[in-house]
């Protein structure tokens, strides 16, 4: 079964500066997808960025990136200038292949992102 | 652009009773999931449907029961409703048809369940 870990529960940033939130991954498949998604408050789940495990460049939308190093199973979000409403919960998620032949999203445990003035 | 569609956002029901949850998939979307999300807890997948069959099963227990309708929508039915089934209740789609090479799955808005 594939894992996902986040170890930081919470993190606090200062408005217009970056921000790293870990994430690690363990998964025996060699095909394998890892997203980043944002929870506000209100509860949606928003979708931020993708990495395929052959994408050979890291994913980046607009002010995220994402630190893939395949070899250290990590895939890391950085949210640059950071803004007020960039507060919310963030979660990792690997896509899993079903023996139905769908696929599922297993999460990490998520890191509370609070950004401060 | 459409997204994903779900009904009711509230519900608050008694223990022991029943519930109905709705999902409307992105037009053209074939694959709908359904994710249970306790308080303070990561999404949990609990079941998906490809093209109106199951396709697989998560942590779904058996008193939750769900079906894909032949326009796609897709309904989650829970019996004998328990204090630990109240969570938001997330349905996502997706485009498995290889168009996207994401595959991602986009998540409606979900429906927060409370059981008293």
């Known amino acids: 079964a594939q894992k996902i870990t986040q170890t930081q529960p919470g993190m606090f940033v200062q408005e217009k500066e970056a921000v790293t939130l870990d994430c690690t991954y363990d998964t025996s498949d060699p095909s394998y997808g890892l997203f980043w998604y944002k929870q506000p408050s209100s509860g949606e789940m928003i979708f931020l960025i993708y990495q395929g495990s052959y994408d050979q460049q890291n994913a980046t939308e607009g002010r995220y990136s994402l630190n893939f190093q395949k070899a250290r199973k990590s895939a890391n979000l950085v949210i640059s200038a950071s803004q007020l409403g960039d507060s919310a919960m963030y979660f990792c998620?690997?896509?899993?292949?079903?023996?139905?032949?769908?696929?599922?999203?297993?999460f990490g445990t998520g890191t509370q992102l609070k950004v401060e003035l | 652009a459409a997204g994903v569609i779900q009904s009711p956002r509230h519900l608050i029901k008694e223990k022991r009773e029943t519930a109905t949850l709705k999902c409307y998939p992105i037009?053209?979307?074939?694959?709908v999931y359904w994710y249970q999300q306790g308080p303070g807890q990561d999404p949990q997948f609990l079941i998906s449907f490809y093209e109106k069959m199951q396709s697989d099963k998560g942590s779904i227990p058996d008193r939750f029961s769900a079906q894909q309708f032949s326009d796609y929508h897709s309904e989650l039915n829970m019996s004998s409703l328990e204090l630990g089934d109240s969570a938001l209740y997330f349905c996502?789609?997706?485009?498995?048809?290889?168009?996207?090479?994401?595959?991602?799955?986009?998540f409606g808005p979900g429906t927060r369940l409370t059981v008293l």
């Open positions: 037009p053209r979307h074939d694959t």
């Open positions: 998620a690997m896509r899993e292949r079903l023996t139905g032949g769908g696929n599922k999203l297993t």
């Open positions: 996502a789609s997706s485009d498995n048809t290889g168009a996207s090479s994401y595959n991602e799955q986009f």
